[in-house]
């Protein structure tokens, strides 16, 4: 292949980030390079992003997520993959709800006032103006998503996906609506599912409760109960008032001549029993608790197993309702819970307080304490999907990467509970479901049945508010149908109401035909929506080219935050409604943690921001940096000293390249290995490295070891064409042009087009930079090949090892004995075999030049000279004559003085490390870090003491 090269070659002095990462990205996407290349005959590579929130800012997670992304998208085009990676951002229901209520509300606004349609359109509002931050980030990452195909998960063809599965499944009898206990948020005012409550522990209180045991009762006491009443321990007194039961465990003795008698429930004036159920733990408390099926899961379940009725006694505001009775009803939970203690101390029915560390759940979103409700709310039945999802995984249709997160997956699927899909809030998907208020009873039942469970609350009209009460009932206080809906802050559809589901809207009911019909005024959880990503955005329900070329998705890239907020719920959707897995492979990536592997904060203040990062040392480094800490199954640990690491790495690469540019003038080809034996042991080397380089970054991307394919690169640039060739072949680039010095050149510029090429995924601008200014000043390296399969001279890496464990060997006592640079010394090299002799004679003069020498000598007869440094190597003893090269005096003292600077140091850890306060307290991270410091400090010693030795016998 002939030279092909830029006529204009020239780069700048020094790299700066700033002032060409906008325009490569600039050209990228304006020549459609983001965009799937055209042709029947290219394999197809397909990954959908992991939907941000359309109120996000690209945090660190983000950052390793896309990264990772690119990589991939960005080798797999080079390897001559047609690559789509789907872009787009997500609704985010209760997340951007509450941003744009905030807004609002410094205005002196409520979404209330506002009402429901003028409130989206306030939110699309939002969107248009804040929404595309992200997206923009996105790309200053560099991010070669195909913006022409940007998705959001309530544009318009994904909200018609939507309501296709819907009513698909509600036909099915998938979906249904029910009346049971829900995880609540009282600050956001909406049912969540059990995975989007944060359980924190907390200190709380267990308080000891009095119940009066019911007449005839008996005047001593009775098992474990005191006379006259049982006493029941409880974290929340305020749900008493809800109280139906008290339980107890039927093989406890204390309590068995208890069970089917009856206390008196303080401040209500009821009558509840007590009960046996082996769900008791007698260990705690006394044994005895209260059930309060409306208010905790746990009693719900008994309840149903005992017939218990369910009172409601907080609602979902978080206040009490009139159930809890005139004193308490209106009053904020935790002011009812203050109440009834004090009451309860007046009353003499508090035994006692103590102090209780528990588990409380808290809202996702906002971390308000969540309160368990009854109320009607939509499900997906769930048992069927997973079992389906589940088969994926143990089949190998889908695989998690790394394996280690199989158990968690089967045992979290396995132990599924019903989804709950609907939420009380009003951006986002409507349920396609409608109800009609005047059917006429065609369908067999008698006139109004169905209109008196569907409530309404807070209706105003022209002044007159109405807090709340059923439809007929509005209307005959001469509220409108259109009033109704129009005016009411919230409305409330009962579990035995029919429903009509449809994709299109409802204007009639198809029973009897009224026209007064009452859409559903739910929204569907966000993750219902995102659990059809991967299809939904190539065009379901219709069947399009982008669906047909491109599903199932090759890899989805995600955290495992969402294993099963997301990736679970996108199996059991693609299998259902596609027939096949939404992706073949998901790699799991770990989170990213501190320096000091601390989970990042804003109340700690070591939230790192990537803009930031990027802005200070350039997205190119920062990209890599994310790669290289990126190690399957273990958490990221950011480090921006690291960071700087691999600015140097750039800067590296960079100054590399202007050096060998310099020798342009001698370059002839672009195929190096045209020259056969005419290459010498350093040549054969370098592109045998290139080659095994090659294959390793090849094997470890298509394993997802990102840490490792950078590692590789790193190490190949950096020591060994930078450290090694280079320095190697500059005694040769220095003189005239000849043959020679041809050859040597080809490799160079040979070894850095492959190297580029290798590093695009990486850090794609500065390898773009470098390839125009040098290879072709009109194309693109995203559209160059990516290098596979180059040959492998082991011979001559044998040979070169040789070669560098002599250089080593020589350079590491000069360095140890602080010989001067500049001074030119004397090696005897003793040879273990014929061939370690051959190759250093064959090489004698670029060993000289590389480390200084003015005479070797070698061969398997050299010893020792008394006052001989020494440094032993596989194959070879090397000794250098000390005499007269340093003023040994000078150097014992000076080595003296540094084990006496290190031995105050190692006696100051070890009382630290010794001592049993320090290690009862520190933290992990510091103790580890002393303990290594020690270690260290340990290992220099002992080498300076050997130093010590040979310099004693000069």
Known sequence: MNKVTNTDMEIKQNYQPEEIEDKWYALWESRGYFKPAPGAGNAA????????????????????????????????????????????????????????????????????????????????????????????????????????????????????????????????????????????????????????????????????IKYPLAPPSSSSAVGGAKAGYVTVATTRPETMLGDTAVAVNPEDDRYLKLIGKT???????????????????????????????????????????????????????????????????????????????????????????????????????????????????????????????????????????????????????????DWCISRQIWWGHRIPVWYCPDCSGKDGREQGEMIENIFFKDVTLSGKTVAGGIYSDLRKMGFSHEDILRNSKIIRVAKGVTPICRIEGVTECPVCGGHHIIYDPDVLDTWFSSSLWPFSTLGWPDITGDLKTFYPTSVLVTGFDILFFWVARMLMMGLKCMGEVPFKDVYIHALVRDAKGQKMSKSKGNVVDPLVMIGKYGADAFRFSLAAFAAQGRDVRFSEERLEGYRHFINKLWNATKFIIRNESAWKTRDP?????????????????????????????????????????????????????????????????????TVVVDCLFFVLEQSLKLLHPFIPFVTEEIWHSVFDGESSLMLMSYPKELPRFLDAER????????????????????????????????????????????????????????????????????????????????????????????????????????????????????????????????????????????????????????????
């Open 45 to 208: 590579f397909s990954i959908v992003i992991p939907p941000p929130n359309v109120t996000g800012s690209l945090h660190m997670g983000h950052a390793l997520n896309a990264t990772v992304q690119d990589i991939l998208a960005r080798w797999k085009r080079m390897w001559g993959y047609s690559v789509l990676w789907v872009p787009g951002t997500d609704h985010a229901g209760i997340a951007t709800q509450n941003v744009v209520e905030r807004e609002l509300a410094k205005e002196g606004l409520n979404r209330y006032e506002l009402g429901r349609d003028a409130f989206i359109e306030r939110i699309w509002q939002w969107k248009s103006e804040y929404g595309g931050k992200i997206i923009h980030q996105l790309k200053k990452l560099g991010a070669s998503c195909d913006w022409s195909r940007e998705r959001f998960t309530l544009d318009e063809g994904l909200s018609r996906a939507v309501r296709e599965v819907f009513v698909r499944l509600f036909d099915e009898g998938l979906v249904y609506r029910d009346n049971r206990l829900i995880n609540w948020c009282p600050r956001c005012h909406t049912a969540l599912s059990d995975l989007e409550v944060e359980y924190e522990d907390i200190d709380g209180t267990l308080y000891y």
């Open 263 to 417: 206390v008196e429930l303080p401040f209500t004036g009821r009558k509840i029993p007590i009960i046996a159920d082996p769900a008791v733990e007698s260990a705690f408390g006394t044994g005895a608790v209260k059930v309060t099926p409306a208010h905790d899961f746990n009693d719900e379940a008994m309840g149903k197993r005992h017939g218990l009725l369910s009172i409601s006694v907080i609602a979902e505001d978080g206040r009490m309702t009139a159930e809890a009775g005139e004193e308490c009803r209106g009053l904020d939970r935790y002011e009812c819970r203050k109440k009834l203690v004090s009451d309860l101390k007046d009353r003499g029915l508090l035994e006692g307080e103590k102090k209780h560390r528990h588990a409380v759940g808290h809202c996702y979103r906002c971390k308000t304490v969540i309160e368990p409700l009854l109320t009607v709310q939509w499900y997906v039945k769930i048992e069927s999907l997973a079992s389906e999802a589940v088969k994926a995984v143990e089949s190998g249709k889908t695989r998690l990467i790394p394996p280690s997160w199989d158990n968690n997956y089967f045992a979290w699927m396995r132990d599924i509970k």
């Open 673 to 741: 290995y045209a020259y056969g034996e005419k290459l010498d042991i350093a040549g054969k080397w370098i592109l045998s490295r290139l080659a095994f380089t090659v294959d390793e970054v090849n094997r470890n991307l298509d394993n997802y070891r990102f840490n490792d394919a950078a590692g590789s690169i790193y190490h190949f640039i950096w020591h060994e064409f930078c450290d090694w060739y280079l320095e190697i072949t500059k005694p040769l680039l220095y003189q005239e042009d000849s043959n020679e010095k």
């Open 799 to 954: 040979q070169m090892e040789i070669l560098l464990r002599a250089v080593t060997g020589i350079r590491s006592v000069r360095g140890e004995l602080n010989i001067t640079p500049s001074v030119e010394i004397r090696a005897d090299i003793r040879t273990l075999s014929n061939e370690v002799k051959s190759v250093i004679e064959n090489n004698i003069v670029s060993i000289k030049k590389l480390t200084r020498c003015k005479e070797i000598n070698l061969g398997p007869e050299i010893r020792r000279v008394e006052g001989s440094a020494v440094s032993v190597h596989e194959g070879m003893e090397v000794y250098i004559p000390l005499s007269g090269l340093l003023d040994v005096g000078a150097e014992i003292k000076r080595l003296q003085k540094e084990v006496s600077k290190m031995d105050e140091t190692m006696t100051f850890l070890n009382k630290k490390l010794l001592n049993e306060d320090f290690l009862k307290n520190a933290p992990k991270t510091v103790l580890e870090k002393d303990k290594a410091k020690y270690d260290d400090l340990l290992v220099k010693r002992v080498k300076l003491e050997e130093n010590l030795k040979i310099l004693r016998t000069i």
